[in-house]
Structure formats: C-alpha cells, structure tokens
C-alpha cells in the first residue's frame, strides 16, 4: 500500500516534505475518517477493493489528520477520544488489500472548501475517480452539505458512478465508533474487540516511571501516549499483548490512576511485560487489549498492592 499526503494542494510521500506526482489513473475511491477502521469500515473498504480488481482500476482510501472533529471545534464538546492513531490506522488499512491511501492534512481552509470543490479537485483530478464508494449515512464538504444526491448529480458530469454500502450490524447493534467507544469506556473490551474486528491498541513510547514496581517485583514500563488525543478504556487492569524485538509477550496493564502510589489523579498506563527482562527506555510499544481483568483500587500498603498483582498475574496466565 503505498501512501502519499494531500496538504494545502501539495502531495508528498507519507512522511517526506518532497511533493510528488500521481500516475493518471482510474480509481475506485473510498472517503471517510475512518477511526478504529472497524468491522463496518472494512465493509465498505473491501467493497471498494473488490471492485477495483474486478474492474482493474487502482483502489483508495482517502482519510483524514487529525479528525475532522477535531479542527471543528462546534462539532465536538469534550474530548474526542481518537480509537486510532494514525500509525495505527495505517497499520491497519494496509491489511484490506489497497493499493493507496490518501492522507489529507484536515485544516480550517481544507474544512471551507465545499463538496463540490473536494469532490472535482481531489476525487476526480487528483485521484482519477472513477467509481466512488461510500456508507449509507456519509456525508462530506463545508456543513456535510454533501452526500449521495452530491455525488450522483457530479458523478453525471465527471463520468464516475456512485455505490452506496449498507450498514453492517452484530444482532440488532449498529456499527459506530461512539458505539464503540462506550463500550471501552465502560471496560467491556471483549465486547468493543468484537465490533472491531481486532484488539483495541495503545501505543506509545516507553519512558522513565517510578520505578515503585520493581520494589515489589512487578517492574512495568511507563507509556507516553503516540497520541494525546487517544481513548484510553475504563480505569482498571487488562490482560494484553505486545511484541518485542519480534517476540510475543503475554501483559498486565494497568489503566488509571495509580491511588495506592501516587496522589495526583492523572491517568497513566503502565505494563508488567511477563516473560521479558531488560530496558525498553526509549522503544515505542503497541499493546493489544484483550480482557478486562479488575478495576482499579487503592490498597493500604505496597504489600497489599503485591498480593492483589500476584493475584492478577495468575488470572493472565490462566487465559493466556
């Protein structure tokens, strides 16, 4: 898959500061922000894949930085709470077999623009499109003034027909990442995994900490967030999984506010990495969320505290 960035009518190569040029040819085209490229998500995607090669034709996503809802300041009250990074959301997108992803750089002049412009000036011109793909309640351009009506009128004009996919359900649940959301919010990560498609993730780099773990024989890595902006799951412990230096490992992590150690009511996350021995200072980590183990409490002593992990360790290894 290969990646390029739109940003104020300059493209560049996913990280370079160099514009490029895109070869002039058709496309299957798919547009949306995509966070947590969940099991309704991919629906759509893999239409668009399908098609593609049926009709071949390049296929595309186009997504967005940050979150639209983001930079609209009105759309959005509170803290958004990302379920992908953009790391991990390219990460993601390239296991659904496309052949380009279109990062577009979300500003306020991108947002003026209106959906007549996005969709001459980037959908077509730029990214030759010749089919475009979209959910049954997507809307686009300055206010969302446009929608399926929008493109099927241009699509006349510019010579690109229109598919709508329908919603995907689980029983009568309804595929939405405020769904999924609370589902996290509320610790029920199984549940949230399931309208995913895949675990949930937090990734960041490991940093110094405390160092209060290793006094009791349970030395975690301290994580600083790739993303502020990321939705971090209910308070409480999580049986998890990450890689290392190619290597899988089985994890405690813990989601919170440390109360037995620390006063200052700020949500961390920290891991005990079972198995692994060694420093990761420095090293960026993703760790998968797989099970809510407990909620997070207070204990009268670092003691109380060790028998309560020694506890929770066991309860991983029972799953694992």
Do not use: W
Not at 163 to 170: D, F, R
Not at 281 to 298: Q, S
């Amino acid at each position: 898959m290969r990646i390029v960035e739109y940003d104020n009518d300059l493209v560049r190569s996913y990280g370079s500061r160099s514009p490029v040029d895109l070869p002039s040819i058709g496309s299957v085209v798919t547009v949306g922000s995509y966070d947590g490229v969940h099991k309704g998500h991919r629906k759509i995607i893999a239409r668009t894949a399908a098609i593609a090669r049926s009709r071949h034709l390049r296929s595309v996503v186009v997504t967005f930085e940050p979150h639209p809802r983001m930079v609209l300041k009105g759309a959005v009250s509170g803290p958004l709470g990302l379920l992908t990074t953009l790391e991990e959301k390219i990460d993601l997108l390239a296991r659904e077999n496309i052949d380009l992803l279109c990062v577009i750089r979300f500003t306020p002049d991108f947002a003026s623009r209106t959906s007549d412009e996005f969709i001459r000036n980037v959908l077509v011109r730029l990214l030759g499109a010749k089919t475009i793909i979209i959910g049954y309640d997507h809307a686009f351009g300055r206010d969302r003034s446009g929608g399926v009506k929008t493109l099927e009128d241009l699509g006349i004009e510019l010579g690109f027909d229109v598919e709508v996919v329908e919603e995907v359900l689980i029983g009568n649940e309804h595929f939405s990442s405020t769904l999924i959301r609370r589902l996290l919010e509320a610790g029920k990560i199984e549940e949230a995994n399931e309208f995913l498609g895949s675990p949930y993730m937090i990734s960041g780099c490991v940093v110094d900490g405390e160092k209060r773990g290793r006094e009791i024989g349970f030395p975690t890595v301290n994580l600083r967030l790739s993303d502020p902006d990321k939705l971090l799951p209910r308070s409480g412990v999580y049986l998890a999984q990450t890689q290392v230096d190619g290597t899988l490992f089985n994890a405690m992590m813990n989601v919170g506010v440390r109360p037995t150690i620390s006063s200052e009511g700020i949500k961390t996350v920290e891991a005990f990495i079972l198995g692994y021995s060694g420093d990761l200072y420095g090293v960026n980590l993703r760790f998968k969320l797989l099970r809510f183990i407990r909620e997070e409490r207070k204990f009268s002593s670092l003691e109380e505290l060790k028998n309560q992990l020694e506890k929770d360790k066991k309860t991983v290894e029972l799953y694992c």
